[in-house]
């Protein structure tokens, strides 16, 4: 993980001392939390998760466990699948739009953990139910086979497949081809551009970056300003974002550039604290989807 990263918490290593698990720890632990933040959304839920996950490990005997992988995999997805039916209901009645909790890095502009989900088929994810994503999760994210997903979720592998054709379709993913991550020059061309006419208060070169069905959505959490609803058109959007960088945004602001999910991303800093996180869903050389999280509990610093 790296250390740019918000919102990272540390957390002992429940194998110290013991110099074969303190290796299983550290091997497993980043693809462990990405099957759980993929499930969940949100960095410190999967965090937790992953440590109970080493934790009930360090209860069992050597003989219980036959593939220690496919056991905490097993461990952590239905601990994610069971706490994400108790946050969805209380994403219900979530102020304005749930966006997920972004994975910012400062880093690199195209790197990322491995098996981590593109930001908008996060926001996708959000449609299906826990079981369902669970089984695209590790379907398309880490390639597991049906057979392995009957066993890990105990169904038949034509319930999995059934399952796993739901949420390609209530998300309107066909696979992991639409998990664009373009780290490319281009797509960073375009996040300059896009900043360039924001700062600069160009209407028109703004709007040119634009597709026609744009849409902008921002969450606050009711607990700093964000539009409620979703804006759509690029008038509409172009109009929304010079007006925050005009008049909303406070003085000594920095825009910085960073990944999100991998992908090229923006964040603001006001008066040197994180203000907002913002990521371009890009279609060829025009913006699709801006996703603007601005709930303070996502986007603090380490």
């Known amino acids: 993980m790296a250390s740019s990263r918000f919102t990272q918490r540390s957390y002992p290593n429940p194998f110290e001392g013991r110099e074969d698990g303190s290796t299983i720890f550290a091997q497993l632990k980043p693809y462990l939390f990405s099957v759980a933040y993929n499930i969940l959304g949100e960095i410190p ?43 969805q209901k209380a994403r219900e009645s979530y102020f304005g739009t749930w966006l997920p909790e972004p994975l910012v890095d400062f880093s690199s502009p195209t790197v990322t953990d491995e098996g981590v989900m593109s930001y908008e088929v996060m926001v996708a994810l959000e449609k299906l139910t826990p079981v369902e994503r669970g089984v695209f999760v590790l379907r398309e994210a880490f390639e597991y086979s049906f057979a392995d997903l009957s066993q890990l979720f105990g169904l038949s592998e034509e319930n999995v497949r059934q399952v796993l054709h739901r949420g390609r379709k209530k998300a309107n993913q066909k696979g992991m081809s639409s998990q664009r991550r373009p780290g490319d020059n281009a797509a960073r061309q375009l996040v300059e551009s896009f900043l360039k006419a924001c700062t600069e208060g160009d209407t028109k070169q703004l709007e040119t970056l634009l597709k026609d069905d744009v849409a902008l959505y921002s969450d ?56 907002s996180v913002s990521y371009l869903s890009m279609t060829g050389d025009s913006v699709e989807s801006i996703y603007i999280i601005r709930n303070p509990d996502k986007i603090q610093l380490k």
């Open 45 to 87: 839920e999967a965090e937790d998760v992953v440590q109970d996950a080493f934790e009930s490990f360090l209860k069992k005997r050597d003989t219980e466990v036959h593939n220690t992988k496919s056991y905490l995999t097993r461990v952590v997805a239905n601990k994610a699948i069971d706490r994400l039916k108790v946050l």
């Open 220 to 275: 606050g959490g009711g607990k700093v300003k964000a539009a409620v609803n979703s804006l759509h058109g690029p008038e509409t959007v172009a109009k929304f974002l010079l007006g925050i960088f005009r008049k909303s945004l406070p003085f000594n602001v920095e825009l910085r550039q960073a990944t999100v999910n991998g992908a090229p991303a923006f964040v603001t800093f006001a008066g040197g604290e994180p203000y």
